[in-house]
């Protein structure tokens, strides 16, 4: 049988998305596809690859524009519109145009569109959907021990030592995305009940289920959430692959005080005060860099957050938060009971950005009395505290920590890990 069908559009996804919200959707070029090229150029200094596409007519899909009140359907999407670009890995969202008056031009009219179609799957939070393939039985530092590049015997090569599999293995196992519906409700549920967004903790920082895993060091016994956490990168360039430096596996479910078990376990041998969880990750070009003390405050503030993963920054924690916040403002933002390590550590900080010629403020936030931590708060309310800090109001801050983007960085774990769904 011939499988090639008429009746199909190219981007299911998108057409249904826009006959949803704009009932009359016109396609044009129907089946056409467009052919992606690779270009290879100079940018500052480095070279760059870049998508671009063959010329040729396309599938387009066209709606009534909701900007300026046309009844022509004069709106029209690109049938890529709004898919990734496997290089920059950002969001084709400039694929759009409007005949009549040009109302898309500006990113802030495709942000809105983009909301209009794709906000509400997100905000429903929907799990129903299996994403989870077998991690683990990829080799995990190439190849299995003793197969050549293509999986024949390498020849002569003596085989290395045998290594042990809790050391080989980079995460526990077995591991589910946060939002596999193998992950059983509870967990879910109470990441839900705390105001976290599952879709957004899997997209921006691949948050991971483990049910049990004894072999991992340490032993994981109940069931945990597992945060990735990746070596610091000298540079912000898109083009390097982060690499995993270990995990932190907090308890799936409210801790019940008579219970013996600590909250969080870390990746043996993962050197913490190396590292600031989040970054690399989800950090926007614009707006202050806001230090925290946990990854929950992470997930909380939604963006241009990292944590220290502890109450105090070593040497090596606060070089990096400087890089990091290299010409933005610096915020530090603890919790309630480390007031005096915070207020040393925004001194330390402000004299060293001082020294090295850095304008920028370097400030305190404090979560308001009453309140243990940041992730008590709604992320409304943090950014309030944090804007307030810096004596200015939310809207000025220049960042957009509502918006729906997968981590432009946080890309390595995409070997053993599929990308969300469409
Ligand atoms: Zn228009």
């Not at 895993?213 to 959430?225: G, H, K, M, T, W």
């Not at 270990?246 to 479910?253: E, K, N, S």
């Not at 938060?321 to 402000?350: S, T, Y």
Request: hydrophobic fraction near 40%; proline fraction near 7%.
């Amino acid at each position: 049988m011939n499988d090639f069908c008429w009746d199909r559009v190219l981007n299911e996804r998108l057409y249904n998305k826009l006959v949803k919200v704009f009932q009359k959707v016109h396609v044009t070029n129907r089946g056409c596809g467009v052919t992606i090229l690779e270009t290879v150029e100079w940018s500052h200094g480095i070279l760059r690859k870049r998508s671009q596409f063959a010329p040729g007519s396309h599938e387009e899909y066209a709606v009534d524009c909701p900007f300026c009140g046309d009844k022509k359907h004069r709106l029209s999407f690109h049938y890529l519109w709004a898919t990734e670009d496997y290089l920059s890995h950002q969001l084709r969202l400039h694929l759009v145009n409007c005949h009549n008056e040009d109302c898309v031009r500006n990113s802030d009219a495709r942000r809105e569109l983009y909301d209009m179609l794709f906000r509400k799957h997100w905000d429903n939070d929907d799990c129903e959907i299996a994403v989870t393939p077998d991690l683990i039985r990829r080799g995990v530092n190439g190849n299995p021990a003793g197969l050549g590049r293509r999986g024949k015997p390498a020849h002569d090569k003596p085989l290395p030592p045998p290594i042990k599999r809790s050391e080989r293995r980079p995460l526990p196992d077995p591991l589910f995305a946060i939002i596999d519906k193998a992950v059983p409700n509870e967990a879910k549920d109470y990441l839900r009940a705390r105001g976290f967004n599952l879709h957004e903790l899997w997209a921006r920082w691949r948050v991971l289920y483990c049910p049990e895993d004894l072999e991992s060091v340490p032993a994981l016994r109940q069931p945990r959430i597992i945060a990735p956490i990746y070596s610091p990168q000298p540079t912000m360039q898109i083009q390097e692959r982060p690499t995993l430096a270990g995990w932190a596996a907090r308890l799936a479910y409210e801790l019940d005080p008579e219970e013996r078990v600590r909250k969080y376990l870390f990746r043996l041998g993962m050197a913490k005060s190396e590292l600031l969880y989040g970054w690399p990750g989800p950090i926007q070009r614009r707006g202050p860099i806001v230090a925290c003390e946990g990854m929950t405050d992470v997930w909380r503030l939604g963006c241009n957050a990292v944590a220290l993963l502890g109450k105090v920054a070593s040497q090596l924690q606060q070089e990096l938060l400087i890089q990091a916040a290299e010409r933005r403002p610096l915020v530090v933002f603890l919790d309630n009971d480390a007031k005096k390590e915070a207020e040393k550590l925004v001194n330390l900080l402000r004299q060293r950005r001082r020294n090295i010629g850095e304008d920028h403020a370097t400030v305190l936030a404090t979560p308001p009395p009453g309140i243990k931590d940041v992730a008590e708060l709604s992320r409304a309310d943090a950014w309030q505290c944090i804007a307030a800090a810096l004596r200015r109001s939310v809207t000025q801050l220049g960042i957009d920590y509502d918006a729906v983007q997968a981590p432009l960085h946080a890309k390595c774990l995409l070997a053993y890990l599929p990308k969300l769904p469409a």
